[in-house]
T-cell receptor, first 116, second 111 residues
Framework: KAGVTQTPRYLIKTRGQQVTLSCSPI?????VSWYQQTPGQGLQFLFE???????NKGNFPGRFSGRQFSNSRSEMNVSTLELGDSALYLC???????????????FGPGTRLTVT | GQQVMQIPQYQHVQEGEDFTTYCNSS?????IQWYKQRPGGHPVFLIQLVKSGEVKKQKRLTFQFGEAKKNSSLHITATQTTDVGTYFCAGGRGNNNDMRFGAGTRLTVKP
């Protein structure tokens, strides 16, 4: 089974531009979550999508948005980039079997975004 | 708002010694996840705890969720050099909603 893939792996953008990151989950996983990781703030939860619906959102401004397609692939968009948006953006897909109490989550390698 | 505090920030041990990292939340959690991240790598999901007082083991790793569901710990018995990395906890409310991560504990192991 292929793992979680993220594209692009590296990206350099200029302040004020916008960016779209892509995440392809593990086949069969319907939940995709996005995270931001920086040396200063650590890991922070952005949002989670399940079956094309945003199930929850972390404490980020509206410049950060996402969506999920019918094949569970997800995109994350950041508009009007700021220097502070430079970070590693991680996505993770997960699978839950509530009755059996099983939960598994797998991260992609991340997209390293640099804003200059 | 919900905060998750994780201690210690760093831990350096001799190979074979035990290691424990602790997470405490200011609010009751519905679940807690633990992750390991090697330098230059992405987080790897280790486990999810859901039940009050739950204890789960994975080989040399023991995970606990407190009775009040406000604290959790990860204990590694007889550390090995392969255990090196940063261990994060993340507390969630209701189906991983609004997950908050601890700052992580960076473990180094001297052979």
């Amino acid at each position: 089974k292929a793992g979680v893939t993220q594209t692009p792996r590296y990206l350099i953008k200029t302040r004020g531009q916008q960016v779209t990151l892509s995440c392809s989950p593990i086949s069969g996983h319907r939940s995709v979550s996005w995270y931001q990781q920086t040396p200063g703030q650590g890991l922070q939860f952005l949002f989670e999508y399940f079956s094309e619906t945003q199930r929850n959102k972390g404490n980020f401004p509206g410049r950060f948005s996402g969506r999920q397609f019918s094949n569970s692939r997800s995109e994350m968009n950041v508009s009007t980039l700021e220097l502070g948006d430079s970070a590693l953006y991680l996505c993770a897909s997960s699978w839950t079997q509530l009755v059996a109490g099983i939960y598994e989550q797998y991260f992609g390698p991340g997209t390293r975004l640099t804003v200059t | 708002g919900q905060q998750v505090m994780q201690i210690p920030q760093y831990q350096h041990v001799q190979e074979g010694e035990d290691f424990t990292t602790y997470c405490n939340s200011s609010t009751t959690l519905s679940n807690i996840q633990w992750y390991k991240q090697r330098p230059g790598g992405h987080p790897v999901f280790l486990i999810q705890l859901v039940k009050s007082g739950e204890v789960k083991k994975q080989k040399r790793l023991t995970f606990q969720f407190g009775e009040a569901k406000k604290n959790s710990s990860l204990h590694i018995t007889a550390t090995q050099t392969t255990d090196v990395g940063t261990y994060f906890c993340a507390g969630g409310r209701g189906n991983n909603n609004d997950m908050r991560f601890g700052a992580g504990t960076r473990l180094t192991v001297k052979p």
